[in-house]
């Protein structure tokens, strides 16, 4: 079956229509899909009869600093992507649908927005928060798919989710790498061949802190592949290196037991990455 393109609210409302009832996932995107977004689609798939994917690069979740303007398009190859995984509407909104000229009130993410990513990104995760409540409202879903890459933003809609009552199930899909280990995300186009070398120390770090099991091990570990890196050219340059909870982002100390995230964010060139990895600690 085709893919049903809506570039409005009124358009959802009538690609939805066509649907016919059955149970309906969201895969909210930016585009520049990549087979992580893929992954999630299929996933999608799994748990209901139609899937809606949100193409929209959100202008309220990047800072005056960031990449918004220069943030991959390539609505085509999305919409190709889109037909081969079954999906049914592609919902691509322009900011100016989005967002009212007046608009005032905004989802705040509160303490929990503010620290480790939210440290360096302030306000993205209201940002965040704001756009994928407004499409939970709009399509309606019965269950959303997020990646746990990006596994700050995964806990904090979790919490929108249960603070303000959203009937909406949440789940979460594992990260998709290449064989080498880095993370796919739409930003590895910007990174040139000597970038791409540095990058790698972001999952190696990860790795080498989960074959530890003490929190302060798991770091130091962790820590010595991110410092290394940090003497290549082009260096890695460390934002942060946490180990956190999963479901609050509180850093985990040494005594805790049960399942944490080693999160890492850094800059390589021009380019902005983040990675994480879920480890067991004892
Ligand atoms: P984005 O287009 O970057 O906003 O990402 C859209 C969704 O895809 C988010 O839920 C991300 O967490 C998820 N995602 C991004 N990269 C990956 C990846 N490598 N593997 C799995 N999911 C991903």
């Known amino acids: 079956m085709d893919v049903i393109v809506a570039g409005d609210r009124t358009e ?10 059955g149970r309906i996932a969201l895969v909210p995107t930016m585009g520049a899909l990549h087979e992580g977004h893929r992954s999630l689609i299929r996933l999608a798939r799994e748990l209901a009869d139609h899937v809606v994917v949100s193409v929209f690069v959100n202008p309220l979740q990047f800072g005056p600093n960031e990449d918004f303007s220069r943030y991959p398009r390539t609505f ?9 995984e079954g999906v049914r509407v592609v919902f691509a909104p322009s900011a100016e649908d989005m967002y009212l000229p007046d608009r005032q009130v905004q989802v705040s993410a509160g303490r929990m927005g503010a620290i480790v990513e939210g440290a360096f ?5 209201d940002g965040v928060l704001t756009v994928v409540l407004k499409l939970f409202n709009l ?12 596994a700050q933003q995964l806990a904090l809609i979790r919490r929108m989710v ?26 590895n186009r910007y990174l040139s ?24 091990e ?3 570990a962790a820590a010595a592949v991110l410092d290394e890196a940090a003497r290549l050219d082009p260096p890695l340059l460390l934002d942060y290196v946490a180990l ?39």
């Not at 085509?76 to 081969?84: F, Q, S, V």
């Not at 509180?250 to 990455?273: I, M």
């Open 12 to 21: 959802l409302v009538k690609a939805k229509d066509t649907l016919g009832g």
């Open 76 to 84: 085509d190859a999305d919409l190709a992507a889109c037909a081969e």
């Open 139 to 150: 399509v309606q879903p019965d269950v959303a798919v997020f990646g746990q890459k990006d």
């Open 193 to 216: 061949p000597a970038d791409r070398v540095t990058a790698l120390a972001l999952s190696r770090a990860l790795r080498a802190g989960s074959g530890r099991t003490v929190p302060s």
């Open 218 to 220: 798991i770091l130091r």
């Open 121 to 125: 990104r302030p306000g993205h995760f």
């Open 244 to 282: 956190v909870d999963p479901a609050t982002f509180t850093p985990v100390e040494d005594g805790f037991r049960g399942e944490a995230v080693l999160a890492v964010a850094a800059k390589v060139g021009t380019t902005r990455l983040i990675d994480n990895l879920v480890v067991a600690v004892s």
């Open 162 to 187: 249960a603070d303000l009552n959203v009937p909406v199930e949440i789940a979460g899909g594992p990260t998709v790498r290449e064989p080498d280990g880095l993370a796919l995300s739409s930003r």
